[in-house]
């Protein structure tokens, strides 16, 4: 049972991703003390330059007080709808600290 609910979550984060209109897919699940996705955000772009966009995760944790979250779950698939490799970045990973927020990659498989 608990796979099951597990591949629903990489499922509807893989399927958000896929709405990204960044030339990565990155999509962030936020979720609650009991467990419960209460945000979902992809990242989007914000300047014209390089690495200027807003990281899917960023714009959970500026949801994280009013939603309660507590966890948020990031996901990058590639052109191929595969999964790839994701990490937060180390502003994304400090911030995500001082909120008490656990950050977590889907597993790529």
């Keep these: 049972m608990c ?3 597990y591949q629903h979550l990489i499922d509807r984060a893989q399927r958000k991703a896929s709405q990204s209109i960044c030339k990565f897919y990155v999509a962030a699940l936020g979720f609650n003390r009991a467990g419960v996705c209460v945000v ?3 990242n989007r772009p914000r300047f014209s330059r390089q690495g200027g966009g807003l990281h899917a995760e960023q714009l959970v944790m500026q ?3 009013q939603k309660g979250v507590v966890r948020i779950l990031i996901c ?4 191929g709808g595969k999964l790839r490799p994701i990490e937060p970045c180390e502003s994304c990973a400090k911030i995500a600290e001082k ?3 656990e950050i977590t990659s889907v597993p790529v498989i």
């Design 3 to 5: 796979n099951s609910i």
């Design 63 to 65: 949801q994280a007080k």
């Design 40 to 42: 979902t955000r992809t």
């Design 76 to 79: 990058r698939v590639g052109r």
């Design 99 to 101: 909120l008490g927020i």
